[in-house]
Nanobody, 123 residues
Framework: QVQLVESGGGLVQAGGSLRLSCTASGRTFTMGWFRQAPGKGREFVAVSNWNDDTYYGDSVEGRFFISRDNAKNTMYLQMTNLKPEDTAVYYC????????????????????WGQGTQVTVSS
């Protein structure tokens, strides 16, 4: 069982930046981020593996950047040019496997989840 702990959420103005962190209790091949806004389903944000293969969701590509420090079992999400529509609870997720973007953009594919961290972008 892998435990995931997110940090770095908060309140930021539109156009600003924020960095989220997620630390895992053990090594996991795949780590990623989803987000969930009030009244909406969980949306795929980004995912990466040990080999630095990376996928991004369409709504964040070019603005959000995922990175990992495998020695620390930690993943980061650098969010830039934030928009009010980025407001959501951001969840860290992990899984021992890897597949195509169609599979990995579905939350049911992942085995492990963090508790979430709130990101609020004011206009």
């Amino acid at each position: 069982q892998v435990q995931l702990v997110e940090s770095g959420g908060g309140l930021v103005q539109a156009g600003g930046s924020l960095r989220l962190s997620c630390t895992a209790s053990g090594r996991t091949f795949t780590m990623g981020w989803f987000r969930q806004a009030p009244g909406k389903g969980r949306e795929f944000v980004a995912v990466s593996n040990w080999n630095d293969d990376t996928y991004y969701g369409d709504s964040v590509e070019g603005r959000f950047f995922i990175s990992r420090d495998n020695a620390k079992n930690t993943m980061y999400l650098q969010m830039t040019n934030l928009k009010p529509e980025d407001t959501a609870v951001y969840y860290c997720t992990a899984d021992p496997g890897w597949t195509n973007i169609q599979g990995m953009s579905v939350p049911q594919w992942y085995d492990y989840w963090g508790q979430g961290t709130q990101v609020t972008v004011s206009s």
